[in-house]
């Protein structure tokens, strides 16, 4: 059976049928999946979730799975082996920064190298259930690529739409896939804005637009593995970056139907926020107190987090302020610095994101936010091989000789003296 | 002074059908008020209960110019303007 009931708008309340829809009719606020959790009381054990397997499915009665029995329904999966990924201790990173108790929720091991895989696996399994036959996105880069590689895996046609000026790494990325892939010139926001307009043109599955009620809830399960990878149980702080700000939400939503469902201890858990400065939209309002958020014009080299315009922005700045979270933003030499530290102390490669993660992470240590002996996961979202223009200018060979040991042992040696 | 409003699917139920609905106004509040009489209701989705302002998941645009960007409600909409009005939506 599925549990899933009806969407409901987090505006009014209104609920609809299940369809591909994501606002409300009435106020246009973003549509959220409801689910009959009565019915899940007894039946969703600890038990049940460790017997499935190794990927986010683990977690598919907390999912909008839409039809088929509880135990078949995974025929119609679309599915590359997204989720379960290693939440590591992160011992070397916490003493650069005064952390006892840190841990990295390694998502840079996704099947395309991005969280996205988590949201886009929901979505086009979603979709398909809904009849639809191709998938289509607008992207700042990860979603695009994830998109083309489970649309690929599993038949469905893929339209995706990017910024022209995108990393070149990015659009090859998603380009091998072979999805038509359309450069728009504009930032995300147009390209969204753009995406919003042609869904409802086409009869496509917009992964980000009137399937987004699925999708969004794609990225609970990087809380739910959270919990369960440190034995079910909640860790003190959680500090994850923002570009719509709805991964952090749906983190801290998937802690509250997990102690909902009493599969974990009623303990609180702050939920804090990373955004670039050069795009901060949902920063600055916290900064401001919170109850606008204006857009703005991107310009930042954390790109997967420059969308000037955030859908999920006020539910992030609920999410933070229930859970007694904080938020703060990272100038661009402050994400590279946060990139190579997390590389250097851990041997984690992480995209811009991940730096503007380790750079605020870093700066809530400083500030007090974080206690040392706090256990604190940071959500390390991307991979850098996606963003080596980011670290180009500053990373390259310590030395470059002929192939001689004398050459060698005089140029190591001038090394050690420098 | 007339402008071409584009109405998203949502908001068809309210305009008996219609994707585009041309009005009279110079502007974004005046082009509304004038949707508003020819569709009664309309301008109570589009606005707050205050009716004051843009509810916070509706997107306006003045051809390409969101109006958050320029002067919200009292954004000119040009003669022969486009004024969208789009659902927000979500990123990644």
């Given at each position: 059976?599925?549990?899933?009931?009806?969407?409901?708008?987090?505006?009014?309340?209104?609920?609809?049928?299940?369809?591909?829809?994501?606002?409300?009719?009435?106020?246009?606020?973003?549509?959220?999946?409801?689910?009959?959790?009565?019915?899940?009381?007894?039946?969703?054990?600890?038990?049940?979730?460790?017997?499935?397997?190794?990927?986010?499915?683990?977690?598919?009665?907390?999912?909008?799975?839409?039809?088929?029995?509880?135990?078949?329904?995974?025929?119609?999966?679309?599915?590359?082996?997204?989720?379960?990924?290693?939440?590591?201790?992160?011992?070397?990173?916490?003493?650069?920064?005064?952390?006892?108790?840190?841990?990295?929720?390694?998502?840079?091991?996704?099947?395309?190298?991005?969280?996205?895989?988590?949201?886009?696996?929901?979505?086009?399994?979603?979709?398909?259930?809904?009849?639809?036959?191709?998938?289509?996105?607008?992207?700042?880069?990860?979603?695009?690529?994830?998109?083309?590689?489970?649309?690929?895996?599993?038949?469905?046609?893929?339209?995706?739409?990017?910024?022209?000026?995108?990393?070149?790494?990015?659009?090859?990325?998603?380009?091998?896939?072979?999805?038509?892939?359309?450069?728009?010139?504009?930032?995300?926001?147009?390209?969204?804005?753009?995406?919003?307009?042609?869904?409802?043109?086409?009869?496509?599955?917009?992964?980000?637009?009137?399937?987004?009620?699925?999708?969004?809830?794609?990225?609970?399960?990087?809380?739910?593995?959270?919990?369960?990878?440190?034995?079910?149980?909640?860790?003190?702080?959680?500090?994850?970056?923002?570009?719509?700000?709805?991964?952090?939400v749906k983190i801290e939503k998937a802690f509250r139907e997990l102690i909902d469902l009493e599969l974990v201890d009623d303990r609180a858990c702050r939920v804090s926020g990373a955004q670039a400065s050069g795009c901060s939209p949902i920063t600055t309002a916290y900064a401001n107190g919170g109850d606008s958020i204006l857009p703005v014009r991107p310009d930042t080299i954390a790109k997967s987090l420059a969308i000037g315009d955030p859908a999920d922005g006020y539910y992030a700045l609920e999410a933070v302020d229930r859970s007694g979270g904080v938020m703060d933003d990272a100038s661009d030499p402050e994400i590279i610095h946060g990139i190579k530290l997390l590389a250097r102390t851990e041997g984690i490669f992480g995209e811009t994101a991940a730096g503007v993660t380790i750079a605020v992470l870093r700066k809530l240590a400083a500030q007090g936010h974080l206690a040392p002996g706090d256990r604190t996961v940071a959500v390390v979202s991307g991979t850098g091989l996606k963003t080596t223009d980011a670290v180009a200018p500053t990373v390259g060979p310590t030395f470059e000789i002929t192939p001689s040991l004398d050459e060698f042992q005089s140029a190591l040696s001038l090394q050690g003296s420098a | 002074m007339t402008a071409t409003v584009r109405i998203p699917t949502p908001l068809r139920s309210a305009t008996d059908g219609a994707a585009t609905v041309g009005v009279d106004g110079t502007t974004v509040g005046e082009v509304l008020r004038s949707l508003d009489a020819a569709h009664p209701g309309v301008a109570g989705r589009i606005l707050d209960d205050s009716g004051g302002k843009v509810r916070r998941f509706v997107n306006v645009f003045v051809d390409d110019e969101d109006i958050r960007f320029a002067g919200g409600l009292e954004t000119a909409v040009p003669d022969g303007a486009t004024v969208s009005i789009i659902p927000a939506v979500a990123g990644g």
């Open positions: 059976m599925t549990y899933v009931q009806a969407l409901q708008c987090r505006e009014c309340g209104r609920r609809v049928d299940v369809a591909a829809t994501h606002a409300c009719e009435f106020c246009f606020g973003p549509l959220e999946v409801v689910y009959d959790y009565d019915a899940m009381r007894g039946v969703v054990t600890r038990e049940r979730i460790e017997a499935g397997p190794p990927t986010l499915w683990r977690y598919a009665d907390l999912l909008p799975v839409l039809d088929g029995p509880a135990d078949t329904r995974d025929a119609g999966r679309v599915d590359l082996g997204a989720g379960f990924t290693p939440l590591v201790p992160a011992p070397r990173l916490g003493a650069a920064i005064g952390l006892d108790d840190l841990w990295i929720k390694n998502d840079t091991l996704n099947p395309t190298g991005a969280f996205k895989d988590r949201v886009v696996s929901v979505a086009l399994t979603a979709a398909r259930h809904l009849g639809f036959d191709t998938a289509a996105c607008a992207s700042t880069g990860n979603l695009a690529q994830s998109v083309a590689a489970h649309a690929a895996a599993s038949g469905m046609r893929a339209i995706v739409l990017v910024p022209a000026d995108l990393e070149q790494a990015k659009i090859l990325a998603t380009a091998v896939y072979g999805p038509t892939l359309v450069a728009v010139k504009g930032t995300y926001d147009d390209v969204n804005r753009l995406c919003g307009e042609l869904a409802d043109a086409y009869g496509w599955a917009f992964v980000n637009v009137n399937v987004r009620p699925f999708y969004a809830e794609g990225s609970k399960t990087i809380g739910f593995e959270i919990a369960e990878q440190l034995g079910w149980r909640l860790p003190d702080h959680v500090v994850a970056p923002m570009a719509s700000g709805a991964m952090l | -």
